[in-house]
């Protein structure tokens, strides 16, 4: 069955550090993207991607950075993790604008 | 303004009983509408999406206003299972950003 994961699902790193996201699909959707979701907010977007080598900035996206070199992977980089970076990112993926989004299973990552 | 406002309740209700729920939007021009549901330190999944002429899922029911731009979820009969988190979701007008509203949180006593 296809599916959409995330690695690692937990991760405690050190201020200034970089750390790197994990998202594959293998549902072959075009459209890719990372949200945050921490209390109070619900789930904010951070980066989007609608193919490879396509990526856009959603309405998070300091400190963070993807790029999307084949259809499957989406990794999130936090270039040097800070304290307010601390969150539960989602990935998620879908077919077409407009469409479902299926998400993965989240990566709870807490930076001291 | 957020882009979307939702009651956080929490609602809790006894087994059998009826809930809805309200979602406000600011955009007139959003093109879609979801209702998603996350249980506790799990993904969200898609409930059902929301049509102009609303819509049934079994216990479930969707509904859109347009003119006061709200969209409405409401189940009946509740279940002990539909214990969960409710996430009202809005398109931007090109559909190509999804807001996603804070959540309502749903506990469903026996």
């Known amino acids: 069955d296809a599916e959409i994961t995330q690695s690692p699902r937990h991760k405690i790193t050190e201020t200034g550090r970089q750390v790197t996201l994990a998202c594959h699909q293998t549902?072959?959707?075009?459209?890719m993207f990372w949200y945050r979701q921490d209390l109070g907010h619900g789930l904010r977007l951070i980066h989007y991607?609608?193919?490879?080598?396509?990526?856009n900035k959603g309405e998070v996206s300091d400190g963070y950075s993807v790029s999307r070199s084949n259809t499957e992977d989406l990794p999130l980089t936090l270039e040097s993790a800070a304290s307010s970076q601390t969150s539960v990112y989602f990935c998620a993926s879908s077919e077409a604008p407009y469409n479902e989004q299926f998400f993965g299973p989240g990566t709870r990552l807490t930076v001291l | 303004r957020k882009e979307v406002e939702q009651d956080p309740g929490p609602f809790n209700v006894p087994e059998g009983a009826t809930v809805a729920f309200n979602c406000t939007y600011s955009n007139s021009a959003s093109q879609s509408f979801f209702w998603y549901r996350q249980d506790c330190r799990k993904e969200p999944k898609l409930l059902m999406s929301?049509?102009?002429s609303g819509n049934e899922d079994g216990r479930f029911t969707a509904q859109l206003n347009r003119a006061s731009q709200y969209i409405s979820l409401l189940i009946r009969d509740s279940k002990l299972s539909d214990s969960a988190t409710y996430l009202c979701v809005v398109t931007s007008n090109t559909g190509n950003q999804f807001y996603f509203g804070t959540g309502t949180s749903l506990t469903v006593i026996p």
């Open positions: 991607s609608y193919g490879v080598q396509d990526t």
């Open positions: 929301v049509y102009s």
């Open positions: 549902w072959n959707h075009n459209n």
